[in-house]
Structures are given as structure tokens and as C-alpha cells.
């Protein structure tokens, strides 16, 4: 395996949040961040959204991949919404992450101490292609949230995994145990799963991941809830909303975008 470069790549985005909030859920601390930069994204879900339309990725990596190996190139992120962003893709196409783009990103986390954040199409991603957001650094909302053994047998369990779910109004499904083999159980899981968004939080000692029925959770929070609101941190692009946005609009929002807890 070609191991993903851990020191931040040439031309990355400095992250410059207008404002920053804290609004405690779930006996837990959520960051609200204000980022009006990030509006300027191609693809942003929406009702004017195209169901079809050119896939950027390509000219993405060829023109700003900074390292490439295994079937990964690594670009910087132009929209962070944390310090140090840069995005993991599959250099060739490929819609939903295999075993071996989980393992690189396992190893990434593992290395690095930080966090990877994984969407799909139908849960904020905007761009269809197989990507990470890898970044070195860690919100406390998942580790504060308390959980138990995931009371369905899903899958054939990898030796040293077990799996996972938080104590919450919607389903958050981890996969807790080695890397490598945590890469395996996030790979089988995708044949069990019956809705066709996710998003993915991997940190250092579990991957979570939250199944979608619900893209933006308006009027909650007005943009798609992806695996950054996950991991912990809220992003809004404009400033009424932000500063508006109260612990119950946070859980409503969760609890909009989620499935109900399994079990």
C-alpha cells in the first residue's frame, strides 16, 4: 500500500472562518463555523441541481494533485472548513469507496491523529467521484456521545471488530477495532445498507457512519448535513441562519437527515 503523505501539500487553502459558535447537543459540544466562501462550489445540492452533469474530478487531479499512488491522488482543498484540508480521490472513476481506498484512508488517521470525512451523492457531497476530506485535527462531538454494541448482526465480522451504535435519536453505526480490518467492515457494510446516502467520519479508533434519508434538513439548517456536521462542526454560508441556530435546530436537523437508530 502507498502510504498518503501526511505533511500538508504545497497550495493549500488557509481556513478563515468569519465566525465560530458553540452549541452544546446531546450533552455535547457542536462548533458552528460561518463560511461564506464555500457558496462558490459547483454542484451544490439544490433543487436547480442538474441530474446529470460533467464530472470535474478528473481535471481536479490532473491539474492540482500534489501525490499520487495506489489508485489516490491528493489535492488541496479551494473550500475548507477546517485548518490544513486537502481531499483524498480515486484517481480513476469509481462512485462509492472501495476496500482499498477505506484502507488508505484508515492508515492516513491512524498516522496522523486526525479525521476523514467521506460523502455521497444524497449526502452533501458535490461531486460524485470517490473522495476524502483528510484533516489533521479532531472535534469532540463523537467521542462525548455515549454508545452501545449495534443490536442487528449486519455482516461477518473481521477478528478484532465489533460493531457499534451511538446513543442518539438517529442511526450512527460504528466500526470499532484495527484499521485494516475496520477498511474490510466498512466495505461489507455497503451491501447492507438500504439508502443510497451516507456519510462517513473515520477517526483513529472508529469509522462512523450515518445513513441518509434527507439531504438539506430546511428549515433546521439550510444547507446539505454531510459528515462535517457529523464529525461536529456546522457550516453555514450566510449569517442570519448561523447566528440564528439554536440547540433544537441542530437536533432537528440530525434527526431530519437520519434513519431511526437499529434496533
Known amino acids: 500500500m502507498h502510504d498518503v503523505p501526511i505533511e500538508p501539500p504545497a497550495g493549500l487553502e488557509p481556513f478563515r472562518p468569519v465566525a465560530r459558535r458553540v452549541v452544546r447537543v446531546f450533552d455535547a459540544d457542536l462548533t458552528l463555523v460561518l463560511v461564506p466562501g464555500r457558496a462558490g462550489r459547483s454542484g451544490r445540492a439544490g433543487p436547480e441541481r442538474a ?14 494533485a500534489s501525490w499520487r499512488g495506489g489508485g489516490l491522488a491528493l489535492t488541496p482543498n479551494r473550500y ?35 479525521a476523514a470525512l467521506v460523502n455521497q451523492i444524497g449526502a452533501a457531497a458535490t461531486i460524485a467521484r470517490a473522495h476524502a476530506h483528510l484533516i489533521p485535527e479532531r472535534e469532540p462531538f463523537l467521542d462525548a456521545v455515549p454508545d ?20 442518539l435519536p438517529f442511526c450512527v453505526l460504528g466500526v470499532r477495532g484495527p484499521a485494516s480490518a475496520r477498511a474490510t467492515a466498512l466495505h461489507r457494510l455497503a451491501e447492507t445498507r438500504m439508502t443510497s446516502a451516507c456519510s462517513f467520519v473515520v477517526q483513529r479508533d472508529c469509522a462512523w457512519l450515518m445513513p441518509r434519508r434527507c439531504e438539506t434538513p430546511a428549515p433546521w439548517f439550510p444547507q446539505p448535513l454531510g459528515a462535517a456536521e457529523l464529525w461536529g462542526r456546522f457550516c453555514y454560508l450566510e449569517a442570519a441562519p448561523f447566528a440564528a441556530a439554536s440547540a433544537d435546530d441542530l437536533l432537528h436537523a440530525f434527526t431530519t437527515a437520519g434513519t431511526p437508530p437499529l434496533g
Open 51 to 64: 441530474a446529470f452533469q460533467r464530472c470535474i474530478a478528473e481535471r481536479i487531479v490532473r491539474a492540482e
Open 80 to 114: 475548507p472548513f477546517a485548518a490544513e484540508q486537502r481531499i483524498l480521490w480515486a484517481d480513476t472513476p469509481l462512485r462509492e469507496p472501495d476496500e482499498a481506498f477505506w484502507r488508505a484512508i484508515g492508515s492516513w488517521v491512524e498516522r496522523s491523529g486526525g
Open 148 to 167: 452501545d454494541p449495534c443490536p442487528v448482526d449486519l455482516i461477518d465480522l473481521p477478528d478484532g471488530v465489533e460493531l457499534r451504535q451511538k446513543r
